[in-house]
């Protein structure tokens, strides 16, 4: 089956999963390859068989080049050991519906399934490149562009909802989530790349190190009964895998061209990768 029908045929069988981002009415049919709301907004299926539910296309720092180091680093395992413990926390048994928000190019989600995820899977990112990526490489999952402000996801619809390195927005994340949904959120502890942290910033302390404390405490404010689960970890990296870490990441984006000369002369051997995953559940209403 080709990638637009099957995108399609995805559509057709969960349309409750989605509402109109224009006017918030249900999607109601299929017309041609393009999916219509009750107001008659419609929506065309890509020949990818994505769907791009932006007016226009949005502006992000995330640019092809720096989406594709990630694809290969990923594939690599940088972030395996993270994935494994939030396939745990989902449980062996667990068949729901999972919705990944800021997918970028679709590894995560792609290796949970490889891994073993059931239920229905959709990644979504605002940025089109990233979509562009992850529906090119993998199957896994429904891909579409799309934004929080502006949702294509109906209320109370979705069991967990994924938020892997990427913002958040709490209020649309109940509004979509299940009664005793769950949210899952990594964000990086002090350690997270902290030797790419001190090979880019030598002469300035103060980005040497994160405090993820206002994130956490966010967090709280909106899952006062939060669970937290450190992920700590060494990863080898030979000069390939090490120039993909540097594209990869915004810590770069602010480091000088010197800076940036001087860390692609000393290649790093081994990254730590430190992070805190957060999970919290929708109270019933």
């Known amino acids: ?44 299926v890509s020949k990818k068989g994505t769907v791009f539910f932006l007016a226009h296309q949005a502006k992000n720092e995330y640019d092809k080049e720096m989406l594709t180091s990630r694809f290969k680093i990923a594939q690599d395992g940088l972030f395996n050991p993270i994935l494994d413990v939030i396939f745990d926390l989902m449980g062996p048994n667990y068949q729901g519906t999972t919705i990944d928000v800021g997918c970028g190019e679709g590894s995560q989600l792609d290796y949970l399934t490889e891994k073993g995820l059931k239920g229905t899977k959709i990644g979504f990112d605002i940025s ?22 502006k949702s294509p996801f109906a209320t109370n619809q979705y069991d967990t909802l994924l938020n892997i390195f990427s913002p958040s927005n709490y209020q649309e994340f109940k509004r979509i989530l299940k009664d005793n949904g769950t ?8 350690n997270y790349l902290i030797e790419l942290r001190h090979l880019f910033y030598q002469d300035q302390k103060e980005k040497q190190t994160y405090q993820n404390d206002l994130v956490i405490e966010k967090f709280q404010e909106h899952f006062p009964e939060m669970e937290q689960h450190r992920c700590s970890y060494e990863f080898p990296l030979n000069e390939e895998q090490f120039q993909a870490l540097m594209e990869m990441t915004p810590l770069g984006w602010g480091a000088s061209e010197e800076a940036t000369k001087y860390a692609l002369l000393n290649p790093l051997k081994m990254i730590t990768v430190d992070v805190c995953i957060l999970v919290g559940k929708k109270q019933i209403s």
């Open 183 to 190: 949210v899952i959120k990594v964000v990086p502890e002090k």
């Open 1 to 44: 089956m080709k990638k637009i029908d099957q995108g399609i045929q995805f559509l057709t069988d969960y349309m409750q999963l989605f509402q109109c981002p224009v006017c918030h009415a249900q999607f109601i049919e299929i017309k041609g390859h393009s999916l219509c709301c009750e107001q008659n907004h419609h929506f065309d």
């Open 128 to 149: 089109k490149d990233a979509i562009q990526l992850a529906s090119s490489h993998f199957t896994s999952a429904f891909w579409c562009v799309a934004d929080l402000a």
